[in-house]
């Protein structure tokens, strides 16, 4: 799959993409990532791409026509200059804080979607709007706060779906296992231990629980499930309603929380 990044900042994703194990991805080209300047399409000697807001304020804006611009590159180097281009355009996604937020679900669509995504990286005070009306598919947000740029939510989408394709993990399951995967019934992954089985920190030793050193898979398994959604009651009481709304919690399971005194309509 391909995705096109417009950014001012192109350099910023390049340590990004050599980094780490989802570099694999990028190596290997199962998301190929493509970075775009608007700047490279803006006009005069100082290739300007912002200026200042109609009705004044403080900042800059996010000029329409290097974008614009920039936007018809990329639909001719996809081959995609005519709407109907074979197996349908790329969306075209903004980052910004009106969007609807970055969640699992979403992530795996794109995840297993060949087309990809032409995402914009907003910077200074925001884009023309009437580049937003007439250009843009979709905006994401990645929570109720605001950053200085796109880039950031760019990569973070990015590394998301990277680590989603068959053969970047070193396990295949690893991510099967991750908080919110439907493997999970949408729950909190639980905790993690591993050697020494007794550390000695600032509250004293502390041990491994014993049930993780048994080698008895089963009770292993229950009780790694019994903390997830000691967990998910504990920090995310309303993804542990959408769970128990969709029907994903066992008898075990409610039984094990009625022992916890979770109550049977948990939210936050």
């Known amino acids: 799959m391909r995705f096109d990044v417009i950014t001012l900042f192109p350099e910023l994703f390049e340590p990004f993409f050599t980094s780490g194990i ?33 009705g004044g304020g403080p900042g800059m804006v996010m000029m329409a026509e290097p974008l614009w611009r920039c936007l018809r590159a990329i639909r001719a180097d996809r081959g ?18 009106i969007g609807r937020r970055l969640d699992h679900a979403s992530v795996a669509d794109w995840a297993t979607d060949a087309r990809g995504a032409v995402l914009v990286c907003g910077r200074y005070e925001g884009i023309d709007q009437r580049f937003i009306d007439a250009c843009v598919d979709r905006q994401i947000s990645l929570g109720d706060f605001v950053l200085s740029g796109g880039e950031i939510a760019a990569m973070a989408l990015l590394d998301a779906v990277a680590r989603l394709q068959p053969g970047v993990l070193g396990d295949e399951g690893s991510h099967q296992q991750d908080s919110f995967n439907p493997a999970l019934d949408g729950l ?50 309303d993804v542990l309603a959408t769970v128990r709304e969709s029907g994903r919690l066992s008898r075990a399971d409610e039984a094990f929380l009625q022992q916890r005194k979770v109550p049977a309509d948990a939210r936050r």
């Open 188 to 237: 909190l992954d639980c905790p993690h231990h591993t050697r020494p089985e007794v550390w000695t920190g600032p509250q004293g030793p502390m041990a491994v629980p014993e049930v993780l050193l048994g080698g008895h898979h089963e009770r292993i398994a229950r009780y790694r499930r019994e903390q997830s959604l000691q967990l998910t009651a504990r920090e995310r009481p």
């Open 80 to 97: 995609e200059v005519e709407q109907g281009a074979p197996g349908g355009r790329a969306p075209v996604v903004l980052f910004s804080p």
């Open 22 to 54: 989802n570099r694999r991805a990028f190596e290997s080209r199962q998301v190929d990532v493509r970075l775009w300047n608007p700047r490279d399409f803006a006009e005069g000697n100082y290739r300007r791409v912002d200026d200042r807001p109609f």
